[in-house]
């Protein structure tokens, strides 16, 4: 505190010490109380508060094709955490103190309910974990317009183009990035001729969609594509039925698959008529976190996770983290915790966030998709790291991964 | 004024066997996948020998007399005490789980750890063995280092981005200073005036002030034909008179050669692949670097600033070490 102001406060003090009126006195003796004690006491306490809401609704357990991979209800929460924990530790020398709230919609639940009344109005920061169509229903909400939504749930390129939405970010990769990445990689090894295997649903069309501009763009060519119907039990007449389903006169390099639920792709692999490896949903994956993954003091991480969460890292625990860690970076950098300043800060050239994975990590200003590195990962080892060396950009090598901005149908600025 | 004696005494010893011998060093790198330390002989530019140390040995430092090594061994949770002649194992140290970097003051009595899983730097008594406090730093401490003077122990956190300026008097940490994001090595200047700390996700280097704590420059890289992303900036040694400082870039495979005083970037070296850390020779003509990924070690002639030998060492060259 200023001395010089202490001092003319001393004086002010003595002074009507001399006057007998007790309501002149008290009201003094506050007033210089007030000056002296409340400054100090209300550094002390207010801490810059920052409230991020968590928002999911549960999940029907998907079929499963193994018991060796039980189901984890809560992908994401806990990175969540992990989040807020590094936030605050940051917090706890830059006076600023991150708290998080989790909603958690029952399956028969509304989101839409939630949102507006217990987040809309109590939330300026909102990671949400729900499917493509949800996500869009929530941030069309009156009540989410001036907040900030922080997508961990989808990979789904239209809502990163023609369906992009102004207050939403991505945490994790698009489709696009993940099929460039394993087309970067094939051409790498100069395995060209794919055979695309599509599953029955949506996601795995869309999937497929990437798969096929990937290698346009890579120069891959897809000799052959075929459906995957369940018309009968996988998992008793799969031995045959693959080698039959794989029977094929085209020459071919590699089988890709697009089966976003694992309903039948990792049947796969030893069971096609020609040997050929399996890429895409199964086989090697391209992901944005994997248990392989220890480089760039990714081990770190993992090891922290591990103890907190049992159980190892998930994509969406992975992307929750980095969530709230960009959030934590945006308020510590730019000392402010309003969503303006903090989103700008966000999208600006400035931030840089480390992902463990070697390259800083950004959002692209066009899209809100974040910028990042690709693992591609085989079940028990990390095969390679996508972008691919050779694969050049004159700005960020990662956006050799999905759609740059000149190809970008995102206009969330018109 | 103890201390400077004791430096002139030591430069005078060190000045009197570089004469007997020219360039008589010796070259310790820690091999993280080998489990192993690799003995390099820089004048023949020859691995002399690579001995078993222990699992997953990363940080490294030579103890002021030359007689012993101290390796962190990580997958052991402890820092082995070796000797730096017969490469016997004389003693463990309670380094806490998972030491990768550390730092000796100047005395050689003490012993600092970061402890990266838990947010903790961990003070070791030497001579006694014992831990004589744990304090409470940011989200994965990494870089760790000892002002000459001994008044600064400092404290890098990854992911707090944050560089603690703890009084080695009563191990507390007295200021905080955020720095650019992952910030990864720092090292003092020898006068302890200036802390040059490295970011690696930014790419830059920042250069604080010991008196003020504050950032008084950042300094940005540009190498030609590499994207600014693969610039990530690790180790970073100053020469004593503060001349240049020689900054290790990773993956941009290269050693930043910069003007100490201007803090201009003067040139940039081509060494091994994903550059991480360096040790000058004692007379400080030479540098040697070790290259993770290329699996090998640059000889770096200072005087003509040119590479002019790598010596391939074992797999994951992590830490270096030189004894005269």
């Given at each position: ?192 001729q794919w055979f695309l295997v ?24 897809i000799v052959l594509e075929k ?19 794989t029977?094929t006169e085209d020459?071919y390099?590699?089988l ?159 | ?324």
């Open positions: 505190m200023n001395p010089l102001k202490l001092s003319t406060i001393n004086l002010y003090y003595q002074q009507p010490m001399r006057l007998t009126q007790w309501p002149y006195q008290t009201f003094v003796i506050l007033l210089v109380l007030f000056q002296v004690v409340a400054p100090k006491s209300a550094q002390a306490i207010s801490k810059q508060a920052i409230n991020i809401a968590y928002l999911t609704q549960e999940q029907p357990a998907p079929v499963a094709s193994s018991n060796l991979d039980p189901f984890i209800k809560d992908k994401g929460v806990s990175g969540a955490e992990l989040g807020i924990d590094d936030d605050n530790t940051t917090g706890e020398f830059t006076g600023q103190l991150f708290s998080l709230k989790k909603f958690m919609v029952p399956l028969d639940g509304n989101v839409t309910d939630t949102f507006n009344k217990e987040i809309s109005g109590h939330f300026q920061y909102v990671v949400v974990n729900l499917p493509a169509a949800q996500l869009t229903t929530v941030a069309d909400l009156p009540a989410a317009k001036d907040l900030l939504l922080l997508d961990i749930g989808t990979s789904d390129d239209a809502l990163r183009n023609e369906a992009c939405r102004k207050n939403v970010l991505h945490l994790l990769p698009s489709r696009a990035m993940r099929a460039d990445a394993l087309a970067q990689y094939m051409m790498k090894k100069r395995w060209n599509v599953g029955p649903n949506l996601e795995d069309r869309l999937y497929a969609d990437a798969i096929k501009r990937a290698a346009k763009r890579f120069g891959m060519k459906t995957w119907e369940h018309t009968y039990d996988a998992r008793r007449t799969v031995q045959s039925d693959v080698a039959v389903f029977q020459a390099d590699v890709v698959v697009a089966d976003e639920q694992g309903q039948f792709g990792e049947y796969l692999d030893y069971r096609t008529w020609m040997p050929r490896p399996v890429i895409g949903t199964q086989g090697l994956i391209a992901t944005s976190w994997h248990k392989t993954h220890e480089q760039w003091g990714a081990i770190q991480i993992q090891h922290r996770f591990l103890a907190k969460a049992g159980r190892w890292m998930e994509e969406q625990d992975a992307g929750a983290y980095l969530a709230v860690r960009a959030v934590g970076e945006a308020v510590t950098r730019t000392q402010k915790s309003d969503l303006k300043p903090v989103k700008d800060y966000l999208l600006s050239d400035g931030f840089s966030l480390n992902g463990y994975t070697g390259t800083p990590l950004s959002f692209r200003a066009w899209d809100g998709q974040l910028r990042q590195s690709i693992l591609l990962a085989a079940p028990r080892s990390l095969v390679a790291v996508a972008p691919i060396e050779g694969f050049l950009h004159p700005k960020s090598e990662l956006d050799t991964l999905g759609y740059d901005q000149p190809e970008s149908q995102c206009h969330w600025d018109k | 004024m103890k201390h400077k004696v004791l430096i002139g005494v030591l430069t005078a010893t060190l000045a009197t066997t570089l004469l007997g011998l020219a360039r008589a060093e010796t070259v310790f790198v820690t091999l993280e996948k080998d489990n192993a330390l690799a003995v390099v002989d820089p004048a023949a530019g020859t691995l002399v020998k690579t001995v078993p140390i222990g699992q997953r040995p990363r940080g490294i430092a030579l103890s002021p007399d030359n007689k012993q090594l101290y390796i962190a061994t990580s997958d052991e949770n402890t820092i082995k005490i070796v000797d730096a002649n017969s490469f016997k194992i004389l003693g463990k140290l309670p380094s806490g789980e998972d030491p990768e970097t550390f730092a000796l003051n100047p005395a050689g009595d003490k012993l600092y750890v970061s402890n990266e899983d838990d947010s903790l730097v961990t003070v070791i008594d030497i001579a006694k063995k014992k831990v004589i406090k744990k304090i409470k730093v940011g989200v994965e401490p990494e870089g760790i280092t000892v002002s000459p003077d001994n008044k600064w122990l400092i404290s890098v956190s990854e992911t707090t981005n944050m560089v603690h300026w703890i009084n080695t008097k009563n191990n507390t940490i007295e200021a905080n200073t955020l720095v650019d994001p992952r910030p990864r090595a720092a090292s003092f200047t020898a006068d302890s005036q200036q802390l040059w700390v490295t970011s690696e996700m930014a790419g830059t280097v920042m250069i604080l002030d010991s008196q003020t704590q504050q950032v008084i420059k950042t300094i940005s890289f540009e190498v030609s034909g590499i994207t600014n992303d693969k610039i990530q900036p690790v180790g970073v040694v100053i020469d004593k008179d503060r001349n240049r400082a020689y900054v290790a870039l990773g993956p941009a495979n290269r050693v930043a050669v910069i003007n100490a005083k201007t803090f201009e970037v003067e040139k940039v070296l081509l060494v091994g692949q994903r550059v991480w850390n360096l040790a000058f020779s004692p007379d400080q003509k030479h540098l040697y670097t070790t290259n993770g990924v290329s699996n090998d070690i640059s000889l770096i002639d200072l005087d003509t600033q040119t590479v002019t030998k790598s010596v391939g060492v074992g797999t994951y060259p992590w830490g270096v070490a030189i004894k005269p």
